[in-house]
């Protein structure tokens, strides 16, 4: 991945802009073992584990400081994004007391949110650490929460960013086409799931989340939706919906989409009523969402569009969000596109803006036939959403 | 994996167990959307990931709670550990409250260290959030680190454990024979890299630790020592050492290995005496530690007894500790056998237990000729420390 560090080049001077922006002298994140404890902000402006404590400052200002083990300073000099290096042997807590009472800043940002998992890097122990560390300062009292710096770093995606979900996409839209020609009567839910992770390999691809869940295959109305594992015992029979959520991370960036297959029959049996009907209203309402979605608005509003036209079409409410960023994650934090209920916080609040990537989604049940789910990938510009995927418009015959 | 729920359910018992040791009542893992945020002891008592706040609750008593979104109730119904299940769709808040008012615990462990990241998986923004959920209860006096419940779990490997780490590490050896065929003059620290990869590619298999420094090679004199990536730039010559730092995860469970390579300028040449002996002082130092390392002593009490026989030999001082616990990841948390030094907090003290198992490792610079570094894998028994690597007795010629 020869554009990794000039990506993270990109990222680091889009947060000294957004710093400006939002008024704060300086972010940093600390962290340590990251291969056991990831921040996912790392992956944005470093690209790397670190083993030992590690402070990445970045300020207003445009200064970018790595207090870090003397271990890991070849690997981050290496990087090519750090204007002041400052490795230590025995422990950070000089070093870092010292940049920061330099740079006095008016605000310093940590990477703690109680909505935004994506800002929730730091570790309530790795907290107390720094507010020992910190304890001769007055900097203590200058903490804030990152949650906006990184909602804005980790939502605008860069030209380099986009085009990796795009390649992302293109690969998980090859996978569908081919999954669609192994599922034939007899064969399982864990079969397809299978045969699916079979054509990742010749390419050492990795899905886009844990890959006992990725692909999630339902076949039929006995087999449970939702985070599911793929199942043995759910076979693939004619008269049934075969749904299937999955996406593979490509270059680091993720896809994260759902098709919908129907198993006819016999050649000539059409698509039932009933089908038909359920892939319309859950079309239209991702549509509803779709137009909804434009800079400027708040997540709850793209939902509520969905939403209400799936309802007004008879159909139960979906029990989820309608859409979430996409990213280096499936789910890559900061706002979603969802109610405000209570286990969503305050992220339905966020403002959706120019350069956000989000998978949308929603489904219903059918009764008799299994689970209708539909899910596309967008991209947010000036004039609205625009598709980044190749939009299912019908259910696939089988 | 079809042991994985098996291991689940004994990692789960053996946690009842350290909480009747330590008397403390409850020990709760609280999570979000842990494919982006994980929390380390996630794996030990559940397996897979969550993806909205959840919240897992071992009691004393024998109560195993699992408090989740209502999407993955199915899932961890399957993994058969948990008593109760109790799912929810809009939020966790009145669940949790109620569960922990009703189980009324003397102290509750949550996952959060300032010494041992494995247990720090609690971001301070869920922590925040758990307070405020707590706020109305006298529960949030009584909250304490779980840092000794998952020293203790964690550490003290079961028997599948112990059987995994054994099978990482015969894998480990044998790609380290293959690769040593591998080495010769022309071929840089890149190529052998990439060569070691292509071995893991058949079975699917991950590197212990991040792909990019794993393993780690050093060609020569040149080459710094760390954690830094293999280099193209670097070349095997004759007259060189060859370092690698490699391990792989096999079945969940890590391997972690130094082996040396002599180049030699012609089939009759000898290892130069500068070598021999740096490998003599390096391997006596690693004994040294090797026989100090039993249950009841301290973490500082190995590295010193390792550190004193290298400077007693004339040689600097190693910068990093002496060993590690080894298990799901390759730095596995817990007591560290490293020197008191700030950056390692109270870790170089605790306490070595029977079922510890270690990676033990240090290196010495050999001035013209490269760094030699040894690494072996060893389990703590009620008699002693025991090998479970093959140890390196010599360097090996090429």
């Not at 507010?131 to 200058?142: M, P």
């Not at 038909?276 to 608005?297: D, Q, W």
């Not at 009764?367 to 990938?377: R, S, T």
Request: proline share 5%.
């Amino acid at each position: 991945m020869p554009d990794n560090a000039k990506l993270i080049r990109e990222k680091i001077d889009q947060a000294v802009a957004i710093l400006k922006e939002q008024n704060i002298d300086a972010w940093m994140t600390f962290v340590r073992e990251t291969s056991m404890s990831p921040d996912p902000s790392l992956d944005l402006i470093l690209g790397m584990d670190m083993v030992w404590q590690s402070a990445f400052i970045i300020a207003k200002d445009n200064q970018r400081i790595a207090l870090i083990g003397h271990h890991d300073a070849e690997n981050v000099k290496a990087v090519d994004a750090y204007t002041r290096i400052i490795p230590y042997v025995q422990g950070i807590r000089d070093n870092l007391v010292n940049a920061l009472v330099e740079l006095d800043p008016n605000k310093l940002a940590l990477n703690y949110s109680e909505d935004d998992v994506a800002a929730d890097g730091l570790g309530h122990g790795l907290m107390l650490t720094l507010q020992h560390y910190l304890n001769d300062t007055d900097i203590e009292k200058r903490l804030v929460s990152s949650e906006a710096i990184i909602g804005a770093l980790r939502g605008r995606k860069s030209a380099t960013e986009i085009k990796r979900i795009k390649a992302a996409i293109a690969k998980t839209q090859q996978i569908f086409t081919q999954v669609g020609e192994h599922i034939l009567p007899g064969k399982s839910e864990a079969d397809i799931a299978a045969y699916t992770h079979s054509l990742l390999r010749p390419d050492g691809l990795a899905t886009a989340w844990d890959k006992e869940y990725c692909p999630a295959v339902n076949a039929g109305p006995e087999s449970p939706a939702g985070h599911g594992g793929p199942q043995a015992k759910y076979k693939v029979k004619p008269g049934m919906l075969i749904h299937m959520d999955f996406g593979v991370k490509l270059n680091d960036y993720c896809a994260d989409l759902q098709r919908m297959w129907y198993v006819r029959k016999d050649k000539s049996e059409p698509l039932p009523g009933k089908v038909a009907r359920a892939f319309e209203a859950a079309h239209r309402a991702l549509l509803a969402g779709f137009y909804a979605l434009k800079p400027g608005v708040e997540g709850w509003q793209v939902d509520q569009a969905a939403r209400d036209t799936l309802t007004a079409a008879g159909y139960p409410e979906y029990q989820h969000a309608f859409g979430h960023h996409l990213g280096r994650m499936a789910h890559d934090g900061s706002t979603v596109l969802g109610p405000r209920w209570e286990r969503y916080g305050r992220t339905p609040y966020g403002i959706v803006e120019v350069g956000n990537v989000f998978a949308i989604e929603l489904g219903v049940e059918v009764k008799g036939y299994g689970y209708m789910g539909l899910e596309e990938n967008v991209q947010v510009t000036g004039k609205g959403a625009k598709w980044l995927s190749e939009v299912q418009t019908e259910v696939w015959l089988i």
